[in-house]
Each structure stands twice: as C-alpha cells, then as structure tokens.
C-alpha cells in the first residue's frame, strides 16, 4: 500500500474539474451562534411590541371618544341593560316603552343612559341641558344611527355630515327666517280646519291616526306644494314607509352592513327608498315644467329648493330629491308625535287646556286678521 505524506492526509484527490476539497472540519463556535439568535429573537418581538404599540395608540385616538361615553355611561343610572344586547330589547316592548316614556325622569334623574350591544347612547331630559347641547356649533356630527336612515331617505340635512352638510344649511337656513314661515300660516289653517271638523264627528278616539293624516296633508300642501287626494291618503309612499332603525337596534347584529344588506328587509328598505325617490322626481318634474306658482300668496318648500338649485350648482335635483323626502319623513315623526302628545296632556290637564283655549283664540284672531 503506497504511503500518504503528512501534507495529503488534509487533501483528498484534485477531481476532474481542478477543484481542491479539504476535508478538515471547521470548528463552530457555539456561543456566538447562540448570541445571534437571541438577538434575532429579540429584534424581532421589539419590532412586533412596537407595532402592536402603535395600532393600540391609533385605535384608543381613533375610538376616544366611545370610551369616553363607555366610562360616562357607567356612572349614570339607567334601565337595566343585558350582557352583549344591552337594552335593545326594549324598543320591541310597547307597554315597557310606554312607561318608561312616563317615568324615565323620576325613576333615573335628567341624564338616562341605555345600551344598544355594546354602544351606549344617553338621553337629555332637561331642557336647560338640551339648551346648552343644541346651541353648541360643535356637536353637529351625527352618530351612527342617522347613517342607518342613508338607504331610506337619502342623504339630507338630518342624515349627513361634513361639507355636504354644511353647504346645504348655509343655502337652505334663510328660508327658515320666521317671516318666510309666516307663508305657510294659510296652509297650516286650512289642514287645521279639516282636522277639528273630523275630530267633532267623534266623541272618543285614537288620535294617532287623524293626527297622521293631519301632518301628513299639511306636508304635501307645505313641502310639496299640492293639495291631497283620498287616492294620495291611501296610496301616497310617505304615507307607506317604514323605518327600520327600531328592527335593527333590537338586532344588534344586523347593524352591520355588510350584514343587513344581505337579508330581505334591506331589500325593501332599497325598494321604499326608491318608491319615495321617484314619486318625488316625478313632482319635481312637474313642478319644473309647470313653472312659477301662480299664487304670491304662498310659496311651497319644494318652490323654494328650485330656487336654490338655480342659482348654486352644487345643489343638484338629488339634493332637492334627498331634502324633500327628509323634511316629509322627518316631519312625520316629529310633528306627528309632539301634536299627538299635545292633544292628550291638553285633555288630561283642564288647567292648561283653558290657558290653551284662550291663548288660541286670541292668536286666532291675529291669524285670520293676517289672512284677511
């Protein structure tokens, strides 16, 4: 056997391609290799802690203020609310409804705080704190109820926020001057009349229903600017639609969009809306091609829009269309309720109702002296 030297014990033979393969091992230091994944290790949960860091300080800016009403509600009393649902509930609950309308003040103070899931909302019961709120110029942000009435009645003055918003206050708040209001006294007598004739014609009654039909002649006469039919009582859309906000609040769940939009109540919310849309495009046409009102005497909140829309571009039809259906809507529920509710304390209370009597004839007079 030939004998290999000293110097060939660390080499093996050159291959083919002229390549020199030692064959000693390296030794490999294990501390450092330790050392380098520990500060791998810890570079890494450092860049991760850091992000976390940050997106916890968006998050807590971004919702500042709902923890804030989360740590308000919490000190204030309120109904009884459950786990997740809070008190949603409630609003499927007429009697509950009813008597809390009649004793939330004595039973929780001025302040009330309820639940819906997870997002509480508080109710101002003083007038002086009402006052105070209202007259703030920076509260004028909408919460995230009003975005639920987008796909009911468009994207008006009660529903929107922002420059939108704005804009169309600016344009739409001279019109609201109480000499411009003063227009519509004429109309307000008329429907007025026709209410205290069928109110005669019975002794007892549920208000509500000639109330609607009251508020809601009065709206097609004032906003619209055309007189009611028995066909438009029974098939008119504002007379048809249905806010679903209540259904929604007392299914927590279905306040997500992304949910609701895929369950058969959001396809008949899009079909009111549309409904309510296109009846007013249609009067809105109408309006455009029958020109001016022929009467000085009165002019209609739809006659008013027009107005607007021709001298600002930025107002377009779907603005006058989106508006429209607010004040129709919104009028409803408001006025409808507060005029409801009137009637039934004037009634309750004797007192009131001769100090209500007498003020109305007196202002009666200066009304019909106006008119004259």
Same mark, same amino acid.
């Given at each position: 056997?030939?004998?290999?030297? +000293? ?26 290799? $330790? ?7 810890? /570079? ?33 009393? @309120? ?18 409804? !009813?008597?809390?309308? *009649?004793? =939330? ?13 997870? %997002?509480?909302?508080? $109710? ?5 704190? =009402?006052?105070?709120? =209202? ?22 003055? &009660?529903?929107?926020? @922002? ?21 519509? %006294? ?14 005669? *014609? ?19 006469? @004032? ?19 249905? %806010? =679903? ?12 969009? #992304?949910? $609701? *939009? ?12 549309? !409904? ?19 009467? +000085? ?8 829009? &027009? ?7 930025? #107002? ?13 809507? +919104? ?6 309720? +507060? ?5 039934? #304390? ?5 007192? $009131? ?11 009666? *007079?200066?009304?019909?002296?106006? /008119?004259?």
């Amino acid at each position: 056997m030939q004998n290999i030297n +000293a110097e060939s014990k660390d080499e093996i033979l050159r291959p083919h391609f002229g390549a020199l393969v030692h064959s000693k091992p390296k030794c490999v230091d294990l501390d450092k290799v $330790f050392t380098s994944k520990i500060m791998n290790r810890f /570079l890494t949960d450092s860049i991760i802690n850091a992000a976390l860091f940050i997106i916890g300080i968006i998050v807590l800016i971004r919702l500042r203020n709902y923890f804030r009403a989360v740590l308000l509600a919490l000190t204030l009393p @309120g109904p009884t609310a459950y786990p997740l649902i809070g008190n949603a509930l409630t609003v499927t609950n007429s009697e509950k409804l !009813n008597y809390l309308g *009649k004793n =939330l003040y004595r039973l929780y103070g001025p302040i009330v705080r309820t639940w819906v899931s997870l %997002v509480p909302f508080f $109710f101002i019961l003083d007038p002086t704190h =009402l006052q105070i709120i =209202l007259s703030n110029g920076r509260l004028t942000k909408k919460n995230m109820l009003y975005t639920l009435l987008h796909n009911f009645i468009g994207e008006g003055l &009660i529903t929107n926020n @922002g420059g939108k918003w704005k804009l169309h206050r600016k344009l739409i708040q001279p019109y609201f001057h109480i000499n411009v209001l003063e227009n519509f %006294v004429s109309v307000f007598v008329e429907t007025s009349d026709v209410l205290v004739k069928n109110l005669s *014609k019975v002794d007892v009654v549920n208000v509500t229903s000639y109330i609607n039909n009251w508020v809601l002649d009065t709206l097609h006469r @004032g906003v619209l600017g055309i007189p009611m039919t028995d066909e438009d009582f029974r098939n008119s859309p504002f007379r048809k639609g249905e %806010v =679903l906000v209540p259904y929604r609040i007392s299914r927590p769940w279905m306040l997500l969009d #992304f949910i $609701f *939009k895929f369950t058969k109540s959001s396809v008949d919310e899009k079909k009111q809306r549309t !409904n309510l849309h296109e009846f007013t495009k249609k009067v809105l046409d109408s309006r455009r091609e029958r020109g001016p009102t022929p009467s +000085a005497n009165f002019i209609s909140l739809l006659d008013m829009f &027009i107005t607007i829309a021709d001298s600002e571009p930025k #107002f377009t039809d779907q603005d006058i269309i989106n508006e429209i259906c607010t004040f129709m809507l +919104a009028g409803q529920d408001s006025v409808g309720a +507060a005029t409801a509710f009137a009637y039934i #304390f004037l009634q309750n209370m004797r007192t $009131f109702k001769q100090k209500y009597t007498k003020s109305k004839l007196k202002y009666s *007079k200066k009304i019909q002296e106006k /008119l004259l």
